[in-house]
């Protein structure tokens, strides 16, 4: 039976990189059974996330992230965000670039927004989507 | 040339079915598209246990991807930092790829 709709989930940067790592618990666990939770949710990741990692991983590993993101378990949207929906999360304070990320999520019309970056998990309040840690993610949504 | 010949095995099967699903799978046997009920039920399953198939093989490949990432980083100078330096380090890389996509159109205050 085919599942109807299902939520969109964006990971930030910080959860690939510490998750790839398998240094920090939360992360590595979500990281390493996203594959399970796709049956349940729609992971998408944004041009400015994969960037953000290509630019913290050596060269030698980068390809091998790119076949991660394209094995079809999230859905890889290359296109830069539309200037009026940055400018709205602009208005909202948050740090250069967080902006772009809220935004992407607000664009795919995510439900949650997976991050350990404190200032979206504390500063940034919208009812768009809410911002979990990938600890909060596992022990409340995905258990 | 040597032909070999493959015997299968054939299970027969009662099934019950909603009326409406009754109704629009005789439909397309009419229509020709399968040559009868029993064609159009064996072609269904196997398209499903195509998918069924694909999508395991999609979750492995996954698993295999970061198992080999993950061994690979353990051993490169990120794996040595602590997590505040990781993540001031992509704060930094944020900013400078904000500047470059959107830099010249938005300012940052």
């Known amino acids: 039976m085919k599942s109807t709709a299902k939520s969109i989930v964006i990971l930030d940067t910080n959860e690939f990189v510490f998750g790839l790592l398998g240094n920090q618990k939360y992360p590595a666990l979500l990281t390493r059974s996203l594959n399970e939770f796709h049956q349940n949710f729609n992971f998408r990741v944004s041009r400015q996330i994969v960037k953000e990692v290509l630019g913290n991983i050596p060269k030698d590993y980068q390809k091998k992230f790119f076949d991660l993101i394209n094995s079809g378990i999230i859905k890889y949207d290359d296109k830069p965000i539309d200037n009026n929906l940055l400018v709205k999360y602009q208005t909202y304070g948050l740090k250069k670039g967080d902006d772009v990320i809220a935004a992407f999520a607000d664009k795919v019309n995510a439900t949650i927004l997976i991050s350990e970056n404190r200032h979206f998990l504390k500063g940034l309040k919208t009812k768009r989507f809410k911002v979990l840690s990938a600890e909060q993610f596992l022990k409340e949504v995905a258990k | ?109």
């Open chain 2, 1 to 109: 040339m040597r032909i070999q010949v493959i015997f299968m095995e054939f299970k027969k099967v009662n099934i019950t079915l909603p009326m409406q699903l009754f109704e629009k799978s005789k439909h397309l046997v009419e229509q020709g598209l399968y040559s009868n009920f029993s064609d159009l039920i064996r072609s269904s399953l196997r398209k499903e246990l195509k998918e069924e198939h694909q999508s395991l093989s999609k979750e492995d490949e996954w698993k295999r991807l970061v198992n080999e990432l993950r061994a690979g980083l353990k051993n490169t100078e990120l794996a040595k930092m602590s997590k505040a330096e990781i993540l001031k380090r992509l704060r930094k890389t944020r900013e400078e790829i904000y500047d470059e996509e959107y830099g010249q159109v938005h300012s940052h205050s």
